[in-house]
Structure formats: structure tokens, C-alpha cells
């Protein structure tokens, strides 16, 4: 049994019959691995033809939200310099406002002065030496010490009492004599 073209041949055999059963056994994955071959084909057909349009839908929506973003931006900063111009106007009206009701009541008081002022009796005018004893007793004490003639200033003493500076310099010059 030595003859080794008998064992050439019989391995020859054993690999012949290992690689049908290996063929037999890989051809049912074989025919899925084709039919997945073929899903995926299709697949990728599909998104051949689907997604250019989808990632273009999908960046012109991302255009479109850019725009409404700055547009939503530009109507905020619009209302909030709407909002800045209604707060002035409230505010030079409240002034405005302000002015007219001191106004309104300058004039107010001004009305009513003058129709009072235009509407009393005018008091006949007398001279203080010829009230009566009554009307001399109700006067304040510095008021009736004022009206007599002894108690009076002369012009040139009320000033004299009221120029206190001119003084200094002949108190210097007195300081200056007795060194």
C-alpha cells in the first residue's frame, strides 16, 4: 500500500467531495448574499435619485429659517426703536404736561390776582398822624417806636450803619501813629 499514486488519488477524491460539500453548503448564502446585493443596489438607486433633492430641500429650508431669523431680528430691533420713540414722546409729553399745569395754574393765579385786585375797594389813604388813638395802640411796638419823629434816622446815619469796611483804613492808619 505503498503505491502513492493510490494516495494522490484518493486525497485528490477527499478534496473533490470536501469542496462539493462546501459548494453545496455556501450556495443558499450565495443566492441571499446576490438577493441582498440586488436590495442594495436598489437602495442605492433610490437615494441616488432621492437625496440630491431632499439635501437640497433641506438647505433651502435652512436658507429660508436664516432669513426669517435676520427678518424676526430686523422687526425686534425695529419694535424695540418703536418702543424708545413711544418712551420720548411719553416722556416730552409728560413734561409737556408738567409745563402746562404750571402754566395753567400761573395763569390760574394770575386771573384770579388781578380780579381781586381789580374788584376791591381801594382804602382811603391817610397819613399816620392823623390816626386815632384806637388805630395807634394796634400797632406792633417797633412800628410805633419807628413813627416817632425822635426815634427816626437821618438818610446819611443809615447808611453810616451799614458801611461797617470804611473804617479799616483809619484804624490802620491809628495803628500805624501810635508805633
Known sequence: MIDPLFWLG??????????????VAAIPALQELARAARSAEKLFDTLARELPPTLNAIRATGLE???LTDDVSEGIKSAGQVVKQVDQSLETARKQA???Q???RSLFVGVKTAW???TRQKPPKRSLERLTTPEKTTLPSREREAIKPENRRAKSEVY???DVYSDAPGWEA???DEE
Not at 484518493?10 to 460539500?21: D, F, G, P, Q, R
Request: proline share 0%.
Open 65 to 67: 429659517i436664516t432669513d
Open 102 to 104: 404750571v402754566g395753567t
Open 160 to 162: 453810616r450803619s451799614n
Open 98 to 100: 408738567q409745563n402746562l
Open 174 to 176: 491809628n495803628f500805624d
Open 116 to 118: 381781586k385786585t381789580f
Open 10 to 23: 484518493m486525497s485528490i477524491l477527499l478534496v473533490a467531495a470536501s469542496l462539493t460539500a462546501v459548494l
